[in-house]
């Protein structure tokens, strides 16, 4: 009873609770400037293999072909050097905008300070913890869903999940200022509830295969039972959890519950649906945000106001994938191609 009533109580807050893809209204604009014609648009994404960077980009693809520009992807894999790279290589094709994709401007702020220079339009997911418009380094609209919000339903999750007497170990990297800020969030919320944070660990997301496994390994010898719940800032942490617990004989109701805050990635929905080292994560709507970034950058070229829209996240659940159906994504459904489209004339 106690998680239901968290649930009902989670539903104030939180566009959809348990079952991602029940209709609801669309609450982003209705009014903004036509599709700018013939554009050519670059994104750089940090690492593709991060499951919330491929659905965004994902999302872009797919609203880029809708207002008729072309798109081209670069990948940053992963590390410093290749982002900076990928920006080098964005601004040697002179495109009509530029879409910054799941890394810390202030990372690349040397980098960027390129694009600003070259007058080329910028928008960005996750590129800092200001969310909306004017973010800094340049940026037009940085699109995101609240980061604290995330955080706070992921904390009281595991804590209406295990109470008072959890232990927990969070995952975190401090190469993201807005990882560091979703992590202090997660353990401020632990902590202000009764609970305890066992450790907090800095590792790097793009390091994650060759780290999560050891460090689980070790994770378990130093705390054993007492590690009741792992929470992450991002699902890949938890690609690579699941093997170390299974080799040390824990099924994975036995184990340390993990639950994400952010991104709500293919793989996660699909360890959540079938048991496997992960029992929720907060969603943010990916593909919706794809054709958010498009329409800020649309703003962007044509010298209009950002739009300021701030998307709601999702607490997804096993009994809320039983609802969904066989889709692995939060894709709410709400009429935002539609609503896109109008805007644009198309």
Not at 132 to 138: E, I, K, R, S, T
Not at 247 to 252: R, Y
Not at 307 to 330: Q, R
Request: proline fraction near 5%; include cysteine; aromatic fraction near 6%.
């Amino acid at each position: 009873m106690k998680k239901r009533t968290f649930l009902a109580a989670l539903a104030a807050t939180t566009m959809l609770t348990a079952a991602p893809g029940l209709a609801a209204d669309w609450d982003g604009p209705t009014t903004g400037p036509a599709a700018a014609e013939g554009k050519s648009i670059v994104v750089v994404a940090g690492d593709l293999k991060n499951g919330g960077i491929l659905g965004v980009t994902e999302g872009v693809e797919e609203a880029a072909a809708r207002i008729g520009w072309e798109v081209r992807v670069l990948d940053g894999a992963g590390s410093i050097q290749g982002r900076t790279g990928a920006i080098g290589q964005a601004l040697a094709l002179q495109p009509d905008g530029i879409i910054i994709n799941g890394f810390d401007a202030v990372e690349q702020q040397a980098a960027l300070e390129g694009v600003v220079s070259a007058s080329i339009p910028m928008v960005a997911w996750h590129s800092g913890p200001k969310i909306g418009c004017d973010a800094p380094g340049g940026i037009f609209a940085n699109v995101s869903t609240d980061a604290m919000t995330v955080s706070e339903v992921a904390a009281k999750w595991a804590l209406e999940d295990g109470g008072e007497e959890i232990g927990v170990v969070i995952f975190t990297d401090s190469t993201y200022q807005i990882a560091i800020d979703k992590a202090d969030r997660l353990k401020e919320t632990v902590e202000a509830a009764g609970g305890t944070v066992l450790e907090y660990v800095d590792t790097p997301i793009a390091d994650t295969s060759s780290r999560m496994g050891p460090l689980t390994t070790s994770l378990l010898q130093k705390y054993g039972d007492s590690w009741t719940h792992a929470l992450a800032i991002n699902d890949l942490y938890f690609d690579f959890m699941g093997p170390s617990l299974a080799a040390a004989g824990l099924a994975p109701e036995k184990g340390p519950q993990a639950g994400s805050a952010g991104d709500g990635s293919e793989a996660a929905f699909q360890r959540i649906r079938s048991g496997g080292y992960q029992a929720i994560t907060v969603a943010e709507p990916l593909n919706l945000q794809g054709w958010q970034l498009v329409d800020e950058l649309n703003r962007a070229i044509q010298g209009e106001a950002c739009s300021g829209y701030v998307t709601a996240p999702a607490l997804v659940t096993a009994e809320g994938l039983a609802k969904l159906g066989d889709g692995n994504a939060f894709d709410p459904d709400i009429p935002y191609r539609e609503a896109y489209a109008e805007i644009w004339g198309k």
